[in-house]
């Protein structure tokens, strides 16, 4: 088992354009356990340009946060050593080559809440439950913006203003239990995005929280993300957040991504099989009352047995047989949009009926 | 904070109360009393005693009189006069037999307390941040080592090494010239060459279960997600570890702390009896052997307020260290 530490795969030198923020290419982070090899992550490309928000959708298992961790360099400790590039450029203008840095090497320790702010599914538990909101942020301003004690704490004061959080001034001495599911996910945000930074990754933030308080997170997700123009890696499960906030979206299924494409072309060209059964089976007003919603057939496969060729394939109403399920579908790409199906151009046609 | 301190301070006026008049009840429990234990004593020695003497001794220590007029003379006195009785058996005030050994005792368990958590909390922290790592795995071999082998038995397997290849003097806190010496700088000097040997066994003995606590406690504690928020705040690992999971996995500690006074008073009784340490612990034990009931009585008595005094303590530091539970 311990054998099957793969060589890292060769970097491609081409340098990044100028609009690129992060560019992941073939990233693998695979989990030798005791039943098996799990490949969590299994060869996931993508980018995000400056400024721009790119939602990650996909069900539970499917990669989508452990991808994102292999950014910030903080898998699990049982995870094999991940492979493929990641190359990062803040606003600062720095080139990173994240693939490379150590879990708690320097140099990560510089990009992690300086350039990338990171906010998480669980602000009841992602806080720490014995130092006040204020600290904890203050201890990031300090760290990383060298501010003293008295000017860390005018800008936290200032950040929690600035995420619409009730009396900044009293709030910034309370602890995590005393605010409500709400205001503990405004003030992590305040914390991630406490020292401007280029890139904000945002794992499930509203998943934890009823439908008002979501709306009320997302639309501060927006307005923090025009007015500090930072990028913003949106991770979810849910496609009308997904609407609601992102540029462009990518599709995740069993470690690899099977769809990209802008946001409206996600929802009115999907052109994976896929993306397009996921969007078939969100009810919509009006539509096929008395009907039963369309599921898609079958279970996510167990994470030891992923299914040879195309992963979707054996719960796919267009698989082709002798095909789907013996190679691997390419990276088909039609203008921005990326699928990864061996029968992607047929959608070209005729739309999916969706 | 003052309210709940008044509070808890009322509500253990009755604890006491109810505390000391069980513990006098239990202690005359078994039967006979202390004249029996006496006379036993004396017939062992080849001694005689006739069942008139007898009869006076009872009359004399009022042992004939019903069991709540006993209680009440003796905690009577306590509370009025400070008076804690006089021990039948040592033919002394109770409070002169038990302050003399207190000192030492309260020194040895309080050293023996910060050596083990001196010891616990690095190596648990250690063992739960490099978990299954080499070291980890020797520290779970000592630590079951430590908590399967009988204090006394280390006690006893020290003392005879010491004993045998390094001919040193073993048992008791003094070597004879010093017992009863003032104290000079010879006699601490002398102090400390005894008092490795109690010090090592009660250190390891609890290092030994709490190095699993912690490490039990800060396994729980790195899972937890705001554990990987400081991490993605950019802090360091020391940084990280110290700062947050420790804090929050060093709460059971402290609600311990407050039974550290109680079990500083009564010392390793087996322990102490083992290596002939003058603590208080072989004293109670004689007591109860004995059914000296105003010695042993007062005993617990201590012990008790001992335990109320460190409960209140351990609440008082908890609310202190941890917001959850002082708004809760």
Same mark, same amino acid.
């Given at each position: ?16 354009? &100028? ?141 929690? &203003? ?27 945000? &305040? ?10 990754? &945002? ?152 | @904070? ?13 604890? $006491? ?18 004249? %029996?234990?006496?006379?036993? +004593? ?10 008139? +003497?007898?009869? +006076? ?5 009022? $042992? ?55 010891? #616990? ?7 739960? %941040? ?30 005879? @090494? ?41 250190? %390891?003995?609890? #290092? #030994? ?22 991490? #993605?705040?950019? $802090? *360091? ?33 087996? %322990? ?10 072989? $004293? ?13 009585? *007062? ?14 303590? *351990? ?14």
């Amino acid at each position: 088992m311990g054998s099957k530490i793969m060589t890292k795969s060769p970097v491609p030198q081409n340098p990044m354009p &100028a609009e690129r923020l992060l560019e992941l290419d073939d990233v693998h982070v695979h989990f030798p356990l005791r039943e098996g090899l799990v490949k969590a992550v299994n060869g996931v490309s993508y980018h995000v340009d400056k400024g721009e928000v790119l939602g990650i959708v996909g069900e539970s298992g499917s990669g989508k946060s452990i991808t994102a961790r292999a950014i910030m360099r903080l898998l699990p400790k049982r995870a094999a050593p991940p492979t493929g590039s990641i190359r990062f450029r803040p606003r600062t203008g720095e080139d990173f080559e994240l693939s490379g840095l150590d879990r708690n090497s320097r140099a990560i320790r510089q990009v992690r809440g300086r350039h990338i702010g990171m906010i998480f599914q669980e602000p009841m538990t992602a806080l720490s439950p014995v130092h006040t909101i204020g600290t904890q942020i203050m201890r990031t301003v300090q760290l990383h913006m060298g501010l003293g004690k008295v000017a860390a704490r005018a800008r936290a004061i200032d950040l929690l &203003a600035k995420v619409q959080m009730p009396r900044p001034a009293q709030m910034v001495d309370a602890y995590p239990h005393q605010l409500s599911g709400g205001m503990r996910q405004r003030a992590m945000i &305040a914390l991630a995005i406490s020292c401007d930074p280029s890139l904000l990754i &945002a794992d499930e933030p509203t998943t934890a929280l009823d439908v008002t308080t979501e709306a009320q997170i997302l639309e501060l997700l927006k307005s923090l993300q025009s007015e500090l123009g930072m990028a913003i890696i949106f991770i979810t499960h849910n496609f009308g957040v997904v609407a609601d906030i992102a540029d462009r979206v990518s599709v995740m299924y069993l470690g690899r991504i099977v769809e990209t494409a802008s946001v409206d072309d996600i929802f009115y060209a999907p052109k994976h099989p896929y993306t397009q059964a996921l969007l078939r089976s969100i009810p919509r007003l009006g539509v096929d009352q008395g009907r039963r919603l369309p599921t898609i057939p079958g279970m996510v496969p167990d994470p030891f047995s992923v299914p040879e060729g195309c992963a979707f394939n054996p719960r796919c109403g267009h698989a082709v047989a002798g095909l789907c399920e013996v190679r691997v579908p390419p990276e088909k790409r039609f203008g921005a949009q990326m699928s990864r199906c061996h029968i992607a151009d047929q959608f070209v046609q005729e739309p999916a009926n969706v | @904070m003052v309210a709940f301190i008044l509070r808890r301070a009322l509500l253990a006026i009755p604890t $006491l109360i109810f505390i000391s008049f069980i513990s006098f009840v239990i202690i005359q429990l078994p039967p006979g009393d202390y004249v %029996t234990a006496y006379v036993a +004593q004396l017939r062992q020695s080849g001694e005689y005693i006739s069942a008139i +003497q007898e009869a +006076q001794l009872r009359e004399q220590f009022g $042992l004939n009189d019903p069991m709540l007029v006993q209680y009440w003379r003796w905690i009577s006195n306590i509370v009025l006069r400070g008076e804690f009785g006089y021990s039948l058996e040592w033919n002394a005030p109770v409070s002169s037999l038990i302050w003399d050994r207190l000192g030492l005792t309260l020194a040895i368990s309080s050293v023996s307390l910060v050596i083990t958590w001196l010891i #616990a909390i690095p190596v648990g922290v250690y063992s739960a %941040t490099r978990q299954y790592s080499f070291f980890d795995h020797f520290f779970t071999v000592f630590g079951f080592l430590g908590k399967g082998i009988p204090d006394f038995l280390l006690a006893l397997v020290l003392m005879w @090494m010491a004993f045998a290849y390094m001919n040193l003097d073993v048992g008791g806190l003094f070597s004879p010239q010093y017992q009863n010496a003032p104290w000079s700088l010879a006699k601490v000097v002398d102090l400390l060459a005894h008092l490795w040997i109690p010090l090592v066994v009660l250190a %390891t003995g609890g #290092a #030994a279960g709490l190095i699993r606590v912690m490490r039990a406690n800060m396994l729980d504690e790195l899972g937890k997600p705001y554990v990987e928020t400081a991490y #993605a705040q950019g $802090l *360091s690992e020391s940084k990280v570890v110290w700062n947050y999971p420790v804090r929050v996995a060093l709460n059971p500690f402290i609600s311990t702390v407050g039974w550290a006074l109680p079990a500083l008073f009564s010392g390793d009784i087996i %322990t102490a009896v083992v290596l002939n340490l003058p603590t208080t612990g072989p $004293l109670l034990l004689q007591a109860l052997k004995m059914q000296d009931m105003y010695l042993a009585g *007062s005993f617990i008595l201590i012990l008790s307020v001992f335990t109320v005094i460190g409960t209140l303590i *351990s609440d008082i530091l908890l609310a202190w260290f941890d917001p959850r539970i002082r708004y809760a």
